[in-house]
């Protein structure tokens, strides 16, 4: 993997290099330039280019050269650097570039306030970068998530050209095409009120006849699903949301016994290392095949010893809370919310941390 790191601290540059180890060829972007390189970035107040454009000429140069980087890992705050170069302008040169970017803050985004913000704000950043988890940057699997984000990332390109069409299929269309679930696009079409906002114009391109179109459609797609149909659940569902679904527990969820039962049920397409997720659809037909009314009787049936559960269930569908990452039951739910995905039906918030942190985020 070919990875270009923007990063305003020399430390924690070398710190990371070494992390990463050698699989993954890391090449530093330090405001002066790649890997040390002279960049002379002009104001844009005097007549030249916006800085992000002269990034992008700076970029490929270093690519034509070199070949192609397979993403880039941006910090977020780089107010050490110079030239007027900051992590949005990074991104900007990289969306027009079609890089795929990874965002990390050695700050992080643990606390429900920080999250709420940041799901909150998935609508300015989420076509852009893709957030790295706090547990996998402060932790020892970094370069195995990086590897699996390149990963995911090439067999998106290669789906893409493997469809023979000169034109895009929407992106709920490719999805269902990539994980071969017969009429899952139509659930997915839940999602498609942020195509624009993830793709512009590029579906209504093509895609064989230009190279550069579709490094950037397939980046775009990524970032779709990860920012967008995976982080909100709906058809596709995380540990919590399935939890929820099942009206069980997190830890029933990942507990082995269960995990072999469920197992035909997990989603294999991009990105599915994040997970697990399991797909909505291949419960159902399971669901449709036990003796048992529900799964939390099946697994009982089988002699597997639930947890209990903190969540009451009222006789209303339970939902999964995108802030605290846990199933709830609809009294104690609040939502939907207009930047929730419309097709995101598990997703709500526990009315507890609404009341204590939307209306101070304004949310």
Not at 18 to 25: D, S
Not at 137 to 165: N, P, Q, V, Y
């Amino acid at each position: 993997m070919r990875l270009l790191h923007v990063e305003d601290q020399e430390s924690y540059r070398d710190e990371l290099k070494e992390k990463l180890g050698p699989r993954i060829k890391v090449t530093s972007y330090t405001g002066i330039g790649v890997d040390g390189k002279p960049l002379d970035l002009k104001p844009h107040e005097t007549g030249n280019k916006p800085v992000e454009f002269q990034i992008v000429e700076q970029i490929k140069g270093y690519e034509k050269k070199h070949g192609e980087f397979d993403a880039v890992l941006l910090d977020t705050d780089l107010s050490g650097m110079k030239n007027g170069i900051s992590q949005s302008s990074i991104r900007s040169a990289c969306s027009i570039i079609g890089i795929p970017v990874c965002r990390y803050s050695k700050k992080g985004f643990v606390t429900p306030q920080e999250r709420m913000r940041y799901l909150a704000t998935i609508s300015r950043e989420g076509s852009q970068s893709i957030l790295v988890p706090d547990d996998v940057l402060f932790g020892d699997g970094l370069a195995k998530w990086l590897l699996h984000i390149e990963d995911s990332f090439a067999k998106i390109r290669k789906a893409i050209e493997g469809t023979g069409s000169e034109k895009f299929v929407s992106p709920a269309e490719l999805l269902e095409k990539i994980i071969r679930v017969p009429g899952i696009s139509i659930d997915l079409s839940g999602y498609s009120g942020a195509n624009f906002f993830f793709f512009g114009d590029l579906i209504e391109k093509t895609t064989q006849k230009n190279p550069t179109v579709l490094r950037n459609y397939s980046t775009q797609f990524g970032y779709w699903v990860c920012n967008y149909v995976l982080l909100f659940p709906g058809p596709i569902l995380n540990v919590g949301a399935t939890a929820a679904y099942l009206e069980v527990t997190k830890k029933d969820i990942t507990n082995p016994e269960i995990e072999v039962l469920l197992e035909k049920a997990k989603y294999k397409g991009p990105f599915a290392a994040l997970g697990p997720y399991y797909l909505k659809y291949h419960l159902d037909n399971m669901m449709s095949k036990l003796k048992e009314d529900s799964y939390a009787n099946h697994f009982k049936s089988k002699g597997i010893k639930l947890a209990k559960r903190q969540y009451k269930l009222d006789g209303s569908p339970s939902y999964y809370c995108v802030v605290n990452d846990e199933p709830i039951s609809t009294k104690d739910s609040k939502g939907p919310f207009d930047w929730i995905p419309r097709g995101a039906h598990m997703c709500r918030i526990k009315k507890e941390t609404y009341d204590k942190f939307g209306p101070w985020l304004n949310v």
